[in-house]
DNA sequence: AGCTCATGGCGAG
DNA sequence: TCGCCCTGAGCTG
């Protein structure tokens, strides 16, 4: 489940139980086995998350560079751990801990400079104390492209996701296909505003709720949840099903290859 | 057993 | 814009 809220969490989880120790490296299905090699037995550092991107700091080894991409988890198990379930690509374990990242996109040990290289291309992260809004909106304001895609774009916004996106716009009555440069600077702060509320919710409750109060009893009643992504929202994937707001059925289309969600009529320009 | 789908992103064309 | 890669769950038959 794999948006910028999970991967802020495990940074998290993997700072707590690693972090200042000596960890045990292994790439049990053998895919990182030469750099997991490499970061065996020395103390992992800090590990940190930049929109969707986990790093985890080997000091002078360098970084682990991990994406989930659509299928990547990762496991935290209490104990030493034995044989591993699975496609395990990277194991880091210690006496009290073992994390098992499975079907990551991209797992690789990489520099100081390539790191600052992926910074570099990442826009603002609504996670991140040190996220500059200004620069998305430099970007928004000027393009043509969709606001729908431009969210999901991570040079724009890193962080968030298919989720983020569509139930940011519903709550904020944005046609997802209006183009950026038509969006206001006010619906701007909002849309950034509650990114940021909703994401660091996400990150407590560990899933996506965007549903507000006023209309939960309502949704909970309607739409009892089927779905594994996680809480209670508004649109996303839930199409044909009524509107929580207006009761019209919920549109969906394929943009640029992703399946986008929103209300014809809450989200009417 | 085999298909389909998924919260992502890349490179080719 | 398309096809492809990572993997597992939840169907169908």
Redesign the pocket.
């Known amino acids: 489940?794999?948006?910028g809220h999970?991967i802020h969490r495990l940074a998290g989880t993997y700072t707590e139980r690693f972090a200042g120790r000596k960890a045990r490296v292994t790439s049990p299905?053998g895919?990182f086995a030469e750099s997991a090699k490499l970061l065996d037995r020395r103390e992992m550092q800090d590990a940190e998350a930049y929109?969707?991107h986990l790093f985890l700091g080997f000091g002078p080894r360098g970084w682990v560079r991990v994406?989930?991409?659509?299928?990547?988890?990762v496991a935290f198990t209490p104990g030493r751990g034995g044989e591993a379930v699975?496609?395990v690509?990277l194991r880091v374990a210690n006496v009290d801990w073992f994390a098992d990242l499975?079907?990551?996109?991209a797992c690789e040990l990489i520099g100081e400079g390539e790191r600052a290289a992926v910074l570099d291309?990442l826009g603002p992260d609504p996670l991140r104390a040190d996220a500059d809004p200004e620069r998305a909106w430099r970007r928004i304001s000027k393009s043509r492209t969709s606001i729908a895609a431009l969210l999901?774009n991570?040079e724009v916004v890193a962080g968030?996701?298919?989720?983020y996106r569509a139930e940011v716009l519903f709550r904020h009555g944005i046609d997802p296909y209006r183009e950026g440069r038509a969006v206001t600077r006010a619906e701007w702060d909002a849309i950034w505003a509650d990114l940021v509320a909703l994401m660091r919710l996400g990150v407590e409750a560990k899933r996506?709720d965007t549903v507000r109060e006023e209309h939960s009893p309502e949704a909970m009643e309607r739409a009892p949840r089927v779905?594994?992504?996680?809480g209670e929202v508004y649109v996303y994937?839930r199409a044909s099903m009524p509107c929580h707001v207006c009761g019209t059925p919920v549109s969906q289309a394929v943009m640029?290859?992703?399946?986008l969600f929103w209300c014809s009529v809450c989200q009417a320009d």
């Open positions: 489940m794999p948006e999970i299905q895919r929109g969707k994406h989930l991409g659509l299928y990547g988890k699975g496609q690509r499975r079907g990551p996109a291309r999901m991570q968030a996701g298919n989720i996506i779905d594994d992504h996680g994937r640029a290859g992703r399946n």
